[in-house]
């Protein structure tokens, strides 16, 4: 093999190399996405048992991104859930759960209470983009597409059993 044969194979090994470690990157980043998503849904459920609703409570529909400072008080109250029931999250200097990727112009986890009982939570993903969940009915936020959620309605047998 000459020279140049071998300094092209070695080339195109490593930019083999970096493609699988950043697609490793990105699943990684989504199992954290939904391992938040989840610990939140739990929290959630807690907040509905100890409240009669989902926060925000006395609201009977709210939906937008949890980290936006505008929605401070509807973190709070989901955050207060968290810390009650999750250990992981008992210490107060545990950060809420955001998107291990977010910035100011990415997008965040968002919360929809669709009814005093319904809710959903979304996030998008890195490695398996599907686009089909979306905030286009919600009011109080910007259209945008998601590619993971857990919804209350699809998953109330599996979680309203004892924690």
């Given at each position: 093999m000459d020279k140049f044969s071998l300094g092209f194979a070695l080339i195109l090994l490593a930019a083999g190399s970096v493609l699988l470690l950043q697609k490793n990157d990105k699943q990684a980043r989504d199992t954290i996405r939904k391992h938040h998503l989840a610990d939140m849904e739990r929290s959630l459920y807690?907040?509905?048992?100890?409240?009669?609703?989902?926060?925000p409570y006395h609201t009977p529909t709210w939906c937008g991104t949890v980290s936006d400072t505008k929605?401070?008080?509807?973190k709070a109250e989901i955050e207060a859930a968290l810390r009650s029931q999750n250990e992981k999250y008992a210490n107060p200097a545990k950060p809420f759960p955001t998107d291990p990727a977010?910035?100011?112009?990415?997008?965040?986890?968002?919360?929809?209470?669709?009814?005093?009982?319904?809710?959903?939570?979304?996030?998008?993903?890195e490695a398996d983009k599907t686009g089909d969940k979306n905030s286009r009915l919600c009011a109080n936020a910007q259209p945008a597409a998601f590619d993971y959620g857990l919804s209350s309605i699809l998953r109330e047998d599996t979680l309203t059993s004892p924690l």
């Open positions: 807690v907040a509905r048992r100890a409240h009669g609703e989902f926060p929605n401070a008080a509807i977010f910035t100011e112009t990415s997008q965040d986890y968002f919360y929809w209470k669709r009814s005093p009982t319904m809710m959903e939570i979304y996030a998008t993903l």
